[in-house]
């Protein structure tokens, strides 16, 4: 099922147009099914409602593990590098890996988790989250994984949303020379969080924690009690298989529900084409499990197609900005698959971190998460790739579940900071505002997809009626990025970044409504406006404008204590770069905040703020802009 030229593409594409229940008909008999399918896909946009291969029944992880035991069950199926470079790499083969999950599928179930139920993971970057997520996909149970930088209160948001009845947790995770107390933020969370019979700990750092009686256990006593036979759960095709949180531009973060047959498709067909996957290859995929980038390219993906991937632990600058370059040389990675922050980050260290680093190994790059500016692009290719590698610049989502427009390595020609064509399968449309479409080269507008996919969301959990508002209301009978995107003279795409209330700093999505929110349970502020604006690294950073009328202190001290708010609240990912106390906030007659005057202020480019006629009061304008110069 790999596309080896253009032509192929080409052709492969039309016939996913032309014909798509053949085409991805054809592509899904690379998987090992239980019962075949007798539909390929039903669909509809309204409601929505999207089946793929209805009626097959398959388990995930007898694609990802089982089916490769009797010819591949020694090769490396991850390689974990661990934070510290002083401490050993540790292979696990297909067979150990399959061993790991089975018993501790028995583990999950021995403390009571059965098909159906939701658990959560909050775990440190190490082969045992990827075990605990397989775990949960074997004996069918839906993994809800929360990234490790989340706050007790997002957690316990996340697992009440979704009524998890497990949680799978470590004592703590390494980050550079950090330490995070995963188990106590665990511990805070599950105060508020009625359903959680469970909570099992993986030893890591081993740092004191507490074990309360009854509800928790430890990950090392309960696996010597199971054994590791553990027959698959029979899954139907649309069976749920994971929530993945994700921010939006209104209210709390949704669970964006993935189903097990057309999700495992299209990341195994993906990440095969994208990354022009050769067996005997070593993949590095420098997301976190924690995100869908990690679901899909780190277990998922690479799994199902019987690949080798470095799963490390650690960030990017520990112990120096070599460590990816060390990583690359240690491991003779063939494919790195990293964000633009991250480049972004390690070009401002120069070229000394890459001195005598070994990067030969180098076939394929990879970029995601953000739109990758043409600097970043071009120092990926020359300096990592040495001009001979292919960049895939791929753009996709949460709710996407895998790549959608993308190059594929070595096949489609590249362009800096282009996504450049649809994969087969992908009908994407540009539309204006009122939902017609944009027909034509060398134009741009808001970026939906007018066809369903395997891997596309089937709903948010537990509210239908938010997806099909969020992503299905917007423009009749099409699904709605939330991305603006341009179409260049050669039918080129380049993402150019969220037309919605959402914000992309470092490669995370964050919400403005949500910083807000977290802002305003801050004592003394009355309201505040977040806006994101162009920052080197991050992409994106996090303005605030607040309201704080009874200013007794330090401005400096206040400012620290509302960052604490919304590290309390969200995270620290989620906190502001910049925080400016204003007195007013620039609003329309009729209430609503006018972000794109904030947006121009936080961008420092106040010469045409463009109609201002309509506000409440224009004055508080020129007090912003007053006060903004001086921040
Ligand atoms: C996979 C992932 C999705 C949003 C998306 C877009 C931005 C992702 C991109 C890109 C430009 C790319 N995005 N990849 N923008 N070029 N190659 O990141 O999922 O966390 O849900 O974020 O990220 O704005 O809408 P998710």
Redesign the pocket.
Not at 495 to 498: D, K, L, P, V, Y
């Given at each position: 099922m790999q596309i080896t030229s253009f032509k192929q593409y080409e052709e492969d594409y039309k016939k996913s147009v032309e014909n798509p229940e053949q085409f991805w008909g054809e592509v899904a008999q690379n998987f090992q099914w239980r019962k075949p399918w007798f539909k390929v896909l039903s669909w509809n946009f309204e409601e929505p409602n999207i089946k793929w291969f209805e009626g097959a029944k398959l388990n995930i992880t007898e694609n990802c593990l089982d089916r490769h035991l009797a010819t591949n069950g020694d090769k490396p199926a991850i390689i974990w590098e661990p934070n510290n470079p002083e401490e050993e790499s540790v292979t696990y083969t297909y067979k150990m890996l399959h061993e790991r999950v089975c018993r501790f599928a028995n583990v999950l179930k021995r403390n009571g988790a059965k098909k159906g139920d939701r658990i959560c993971i909050y775990m440190p970057m190490v082969p045992e989250l990827a075990i605990a997520v397989l775990a949960c996909a074997r004996i069918g149970a839906v993994h809800s994984v929360i990234f490790g930088g989340f706050s007790a209160k997002s957690i316990a948001d996340r697992i009440n949303d979704s009524q998890c009845k497990l949680v799978i947790t470590a004592d703590g995770a390494y980050r550079g020379n950090k330490q995070i107390p995963l188990k106590d933020v665990i511990d805070d969370a599950l105060i508020g969080c009625p359903t959680v019979e469970k909570c099992i700990v993986l030893t890591h750092v081993r740092t004191p924690v507490s074990m309360l009686k009854g509800r928790d256990v430890w990950w090392e006593d309960e696996v010597k009690h199971v054994n590791d036979i553990c027959e698959a759960e029979e899954m139907d095709a649309e069976d749920m298989l994971f929530i993945l949180y994700?921010s939006g531009s209104t209210g709390k973060p949704k669970g964006v529900v993935h189903t097990c047959g057309g999700y495992m498709v299209y990341a195994g067909y993906t990440f095969s084409n994208v990354f022009n996957y050769k067996p005997g290859e070593v993949y590095f995929c420098t997301a976190d499990i924690g995100?869908?980038?990690g679901h899909?390219y780190i277990v998922y993906g690479p799994l199902s197609q019987g690949a080798t991937s470095v799963l490390f632990e650690g960030v990017p600058t520990y112990p120096s900005p070599s460590r990816f370059w060390d990583i690359v040389e240690k491991h003779k990675v063939n494919t790195l698959y990293t964000?633009?922050t991250a480049i972004r980050s390690l070009m401002s260290f120069g070229e000394d971190p890459l001195k005598g680093k070994d990067l030969s190994s180098i076939r394929v790059l990879g970029?995601?998460?953000?739109?990758?500016n043409e600097e970043a692009w071009h120092w990926f290719d020359e300096k990592i790739g040495h001009s001979k590698a292919p960049i895939v610049?791929?753009?996709?989502?949460?709710?996407?579940g895998g790549?959608m427009?993308?190059p594929i390595a070595t096949v489609t020609p590249t362009k800096p900071s282009y996504?450049t064509l649809p994969l087969p399968g992908i009908q994407p449309i540009l539309v204006d505002e009122n939902g017609t479409e944009i027909t034509g080269n060398g134009v741009s507008g808001n970026l939906c997809i007018k066809f369903p996919w395997p891997g596309m969301l089937r709903t948010t959990y537990g509210d239908h009626e938010r997806c099909k508002q969020t992503y299905f209301a917007t423009y009749e009978n099409m699904y709605f990025?939330?991305?603006g995107c341009l179409r260049d003279e050669d039918g080129y795409y380049r993402?150019?970044?969220?037309v919605d209330d959402?914000l992309?700093v470092s490669?995370?999505?964050i919400g403005t409504a949500e910083v807000e929110n977290a802002i305003n349970m801050h004592a003394g502020v009355v309201e505040s406006a977040v806006v994101g604006y162009p920052h080197d690294v991050k992409g994106q950073g996090i303005y605030a404008f607040v309201i704080y009328p009874e200013m007794h202190g330090d401005v400096d001290l206040t400012k620290k204590d509302i960052l604490q708010t919304v590290t309390r609240v969200i995270g620290a990912i989620a906190k502001p770069d910049k925080v400016l106390f204003v007195t007013g906030l620039p609003k329309t007659r009729s209430g609503k905040i006018m972000r794109r005057i904030l947006r121009k202020i936080a961008e420092g480019d106040t010469s045409s703020l463009g109609d201002t006629s309509t506000l409440l009061d224009p004055a508080v304008v020129e007090e912003i802009i007053e006060a903004a110069r001086k921040l």
């Open positions: 994700t995100w869908i980038t899909s964000a633009p970029s995601v998460g953000e739109p990758i610049d791929t753009w996709w989502q949460t709710e996407t790549i427009i993308s996504a990025t939330g991305d993402i150019t970044g969220r959402v992309n490669g995370h999505r």
